[in-house]
C-alpha cells in the first residue's frame, strides 16, 4: 500500500483534543519549529560553576563603554550586580546619602551579640532577610566592637533596627552609646515573590463593609522587578515600585574600582559628582527608560511635579540631555503627562519611533515631537494591557505582549495572536506570581519566548513560544527568572531560580546533563475517516544530526478515542538505520519523537509508515 506520511505541519495545538488534532503535534518539551520542521532547542552552559547571585533576578540588563568593554547589569530583588571582566561584582546602590548619628546603639542584655540601632525615620523596609546598612565608624560599647562594614539590619519599628556586632558580645548589657557614627543605607530588599494583598482597603470597592479587613483580594503585591537603560555609557536604574527614586551608576567610576564602587541615587551623583541642583529629580518613580535619539530621562509612574505622592499613572521627563532639569518651563524640554486609562504603567518598550507604553488597560504610543509639548500620547488599543513588566518585547518595530488572557502584537494596529495552546497556558497559571512573567527573544530563531509559574507553581516552570515569521507555537518546562538575547554577547543570557546564569543556545546539553526533549502528534486515523483497522508492519525515519546518532521513536494506537491506548517501543533508531520493522494495529496512531541523552541534536524531516487495511470494525 502507499506509504503514510507521520511528520506533521509545524507548530503545537492544545486546545482541542488528540483525536481532533490527528497529525498534528499536541505535545512537546524543548522542541521548537523551525522554516517548517520539529527540532530540539539548543542547550546551555553555565557563565559560573555556581551562583554568584543572591535574591531571585528578574532583570538583565548587557551594556558596552566607550572603550568597548562589556557589561552584564542584574537587578535581583534584594541586589544589585554586574558581571564584568569575568567577575560578578556587588554594586547595589545607597538609598541615602551619609548620614550622622549620635549614640545610636543600645547593647543587648548581658552575654547578647545583638545591638539595638535608633535612627528616627530610618526608612528600612520590613523585609526577611533585613535590608542592608553600610556603618563607616568603629565603636566598641560595652564589650561589643561594631566595626566599620555592612551589616544586616532587622527591622523593629520605624525608628529602631537591630544589628549583630562584629564581635563580642556586651558585658552588662543595655548600655547606650557609641557617640558620632555615620552611615548610609543601601536599597531596601523587595519581595522575591508576588503576595496577595489583605486587611484594611484591600479588594474593589463594595467588596466588603466599611471597616472591615479583606481575609482575600484581588490586589496582587509584585515582587521586585528592576528596569534599567543607558545614558550614554552609564546606567540609569529604578527598584520600579514607586517607592524609591531614580539610581545611577557611573561606569567609569567603577571600573576604576570595581570592588568598593556602590551606584548612588541620581539626586547624590548630581549633586556630589556634577555638582549640580538635584531639588527638581523626582523622588518616588516606577520605570526608567532613556528615550532616543533624542536622550530625555523618562519616568513611567512617579510623583508629579508640586507633589510627594507617587501617581501610577504619571509620565515625567527631564529637559534634553538633562540628568536634574524636571521642571516644565518655556526655556526647556521637561515636562509630564497623566495617561486616561487604566490604574497602573505595567510596560515600556521603546519601538521604531516611539515608545510603547502599557497600562493594565491599554496600550499607548508616546512619540517625541519636539517644543513646546516634547511627547505626544495616543492610544493604540483598547482593553490589550500586558500582565507584567517584562511581559513585552519589540523586534523590527512590531511589538509583541502577553496579556491578562491573552497574546497581541502591533504592526501598525493592536490585534490578538490567534494562539492554539491559550487554554494550556491560561487555565494552568498561577495569576497571584503573574508579574513574574517574561518576554526573551531569541532573533536567530525568529522566536518569542514567554515564561510563565504555572498553577501549582510559586517559580517560572513553563515557557510558551511564538515563531513570528512562520507562525507557529511551541510549548515546554524551563526554569528561567531572566533573558536578555544576543547582541553584544554572543547567546541569549539567561538566569534560573537559583541565581545561576548561563550561556543559551550553547551546545546541546543542560550544562552538562541531558536534555529530555520530545514532540509528539495527535491521534490520526488510518483512512480519512477512520472507517478501518489497520496494521503497521514498517517505518521508514528521516532525521537530520548536527549531532549524535540516536532518536526514540514511538508508536501508540487506539479503535476508539476514548479507548485505552496501545504503546509500542520506545524504539531506538540511529542515523544509520533505514527501516522500523514493527507490529501496531489500530484506528487511530499517535506518533512520539525523544531524545533523552547527552550530546545530540535533531531534526526531524518526513517520517513515514507502511501499512495495509486490516479489516472494518
Known amino acids: 500500500m502507499p506509504l503514510v506520511q507521520l511528520t506533521a505541519p509545524p507548530g503545537v495545538i492544545t486546545d482541542i483534543t488528540d483525536y481532533q488534532a490527528q497529525m498534528r503535534y499536541t505535545n512537546a518539551d524543548k522542541v521548537r519549529f523551525f522554516q517548517g520542521y ?17 535574591g531571585q533576578c528578574r532583570k538583565i540588563f548587557p551594556h558596552r563603554d566607550t572603550d568597548g568593554s562589556k557589561f552584564i547589569f542584574m537587578g535581583t530583588s534584594t541586589h544589585f550586580f554586574v558581571e564584568y571582566g569575568g ?114 482597603g484591600a479588594g474593589v470597592w463594595g467588596a466588603s463593609s466599611w471597616g472591615t479587613a479583606r481575609s482575600a483580594s484581588g490586589v496582587v503585591l509584585s515582587p521586585r522587578v528592576w528596569s534599567m537603560d543607558a545614558f550614554g555609557e552609564d546606567i540609569v536604574a529604578s527598584v520600579g515600585g514607586g517607592e524609591d527614586t531614580i539610581y545611577y551608576f557611573d561606569v567609569s567610576a567603577f571600573v576604576a574600582a570595581p570592588s568598593t564602587f556602590r551606584g548612588t541615587t541620581l539626586a547624590y551623583y548630581v549633586t556630589n559628582t556634577l555638582s549640580g541642583d538635584a531639588s527638581q529629580i523626582p523622588t518616588k518613580v516606577g520605570q526608567v527608560l532613556v528615550s532616543t535619539p533624542d536622550r530625555h530621562l523618562i519616568v513611567f509612574g512617579s510623583n508629579p511635579q508640586g507633589s510627594s505622592t507617587y501617581d501610577r499613572m ?31 504603567i ?170 529530555t526533549a520530545f514532540v509528539e502528534t495527535g491521534f490520526f486515523n488510518g483512512d480519512a475517516n477512520g472507517d478501518n483497522l489497520y496494521f503497521v508492519n514498517r517505518v521508514i525515519p528521516d532525521v537530520t544530526y548536527s549531532a549524535g546518532t540516536n532518536i526514540k521513536f514511538t508508536l501508540k494506537t487506539k479503535v476508539f478515542p476514548q479507548d485505552t491506548e496501545i504503546t509500542k517501543g520506545p524504539f531506538t533508531i540511529s542515523n544509520t538505520d533505514n527501516k522500523l520493522d514493527m507490529r501496531a494495529r489500530g484506528r487511530s496512531f499517535q506518533a512520539r519523537y525523544e531524545t533523552d541523552t547527552t550530546g545530540v541534536a535533531w531534526r526531524l524531516g518526513t517520517w513515514r509508515a507502511e501499512g495495509r487495511v486490516d479489516g472494518a470494525r
Open 346 to 515: 505595567e510596560a515600556v518598550e521603546k519601538g521604531r519611533g516611539q515608545i510603547f507604553v502599557w497600562t493594565d488597560v491599554d496600550v499607548y504610543s508616546m512619540q517625541f515631537i519636539g517644543p513646546p509639548f516634547t511627547f505626544s500620547f495616543s492610544v493604540l488599543g483598547e482593553i490589550s494591557g500586558t500582565i507584567s513588566k517584562n511581559a513585552a518585547t519589540t523586534i523590527e518595530g512590531a511589538s509583541f505582549w502577553m496579556g491578562v488572557d491573552n497574546f497581541y502584537m502591533y504592526d501598525g494596529a493592536v490585534r490578538t495572536l490567534p494562539c492554539p495552546v491559550l487554554q494550556h497556558v491560561f487555565d494552568d497559571f498561577n495569576q497571584v506570581q503573574r508579574e513574574k512573567v517574561f518576554a526573551g527573544q531569541n532573533i536567530k530563531f525568529n522566536e518569542i519566548w514567554w515564561f510563565y509559574p504555572s498553577g501549582s507553581s510559586d517559580d517560572i516552570d513553563k515557557y510558551v513560544i511564538y515563531n513570528y515569521i512562520d507562525n507557529n507555537w511551541s510549548i515546554g518546562t524551563l526554569d528561567r527568572t531572566a533573558w536578555v538575547d544576543s547582541n553584544i554577547f554572543a547567546n541569549p543570557l539567561t538566569v534560573d531560580k537559583t541565581g545561576l546564569q548561563y550561556n543559551q543556545e550553547s551546545g546541546n546539553d543542560a550544562a552538562g546533563s541531558a536534555i
Open 314 to 344: 504619571t509620565i515625567r521627563f527631564s529637559d534634553q540631555e538633562s540628568l536634574s532639569t524636571w521642571n516644565a518651563q518655556i526655556t526647556n524640554t521637561a515636562g509630564e503627562q497623566r495617561l486616561g486609562t487604566g490604574t497602573n
Open 87 to 200: 567577575q560578578v561584582y556587588d554594586i547595589t546602590p545607597f538609598r541615602t546619602d551619609p548620614i550622622t548619628l549620635t549614640n545610636p546603639y543600645t547593647t543587648g542584655s548581658a552575654g547578647s551579640n545583638v545591638v539595638t540601632v535608633t535612627h528616627t525615620n530610618h526608612g528600612l523596609a520590613n523585609t526577611s532577610p533585613g535590608s542592608r546598612v553600610v556603618i563607616d565608624t568603629a565603636v566598641t560599647l560595652d564589650g561589643v566592637t561594631i566595626a566599620a562594614g555592612e551589616y544586616i539590619g532587622t527591622y523593629i519599628s520605624a525608628n529602631q533596627y537591630s544589628i549583630v556586632a562584629s564581635s563580642g558580645t556586651a558585658s552588662s548589657g543595655s548600655q547606650t552609646g557609641g557617640g558620632s557614627v555615620t552611615l548610609r543605607y543601601l536599597t531596601n530588599n523587595g519581595p522575591d515573590d508576588g503576595l496577595t494583598g489583605y486587611g484594611f
Open 38 to 54: 520539529a527540532e530540539k532547542i539548543g542547550g546551555w552552559t553555565k557563565r559560573f560553576s555556581s551562583s554568584q547571585l543572591q
